[in-house]
């Protein structure tokens, strides 16, 4: 056979991809530890620094971009449930770092601001305010992060009995 006839054939079922080299199920696991390990250490940094969760932290940074936010639109902005928003504006107004205001035009509807003294805790709190997964993930591209969801997803479905709700409440050690 010519060998222009036989580089036109191909395989129908293509390559077979190996393994980059040194990637292993416990290698991507390793991943994950620094992941979560990190952005647990630097929650708790936070806290040591500001007297505030990193959860607490990040709403005060999200009020500070957008005052007068709803209860339900900073829950969007997090990924929470309201429930666990309004619980959180609670212990943050109880703390006298937001206050909450009630439109004249309709008494139904709550906006949160930042009081001074929540300007003041969000001046010289540690930075990234938002926490530093939260941060990372803001600040990849728009493909990668495609990619990145598209590998997640792939990995929860092998996961048996999985909670869906878990993606609406913040990691335990930002709370």
Not at 75 to 97: P, V, Y
């Amino acid at each position: 056979m010519p060998a222009s006839q036989s580089s036109s054939k191909k395989s129908t079922e293509g390559p077979v991809e190996k393994p980059a080299k040194g990637i292993t199920p416990l290698s991507a696991l390793q991943r994950f530890r620094v992941l979560i390990r990190t952005a647990q250490r630097h929650s708790q940094w936070i806290e040591r620094q500001s007297g505030v969760t990193g959860a607490q932290l990040w709403a005060l940074q999200e009020l500070s971009e957008a005052p007068g936010l709803r209860v339900g639109e900073l829950a969007n902005r997090m990924a929470l449930h309201q429930s666990t928003a309004s619980n959180m504006i609670d212990r943050l107004e109880t703390g006298k770092l937001i206050r909450k205001e009630r439109t004249s035009a309709d008494q139904r509807v709550v906006r949160l601001y930042l009081t001074d003294d929540g300007i003041a805790l969000l001046e010289r709190a540690p930075s990234p305010a938002r926490g530093v997964l939260p941060e990372a993930l803001r600040l990849m591209q728009q493909d990668e992060l495609v990619q990145l969801q598209a590998s997640l997803d792939g990995l929860l479905k092998q996961i048996k009995h999985l909670d869906e709700g878990f993606g609406m409440q913040p990691l335990p050690f930002t709370e």
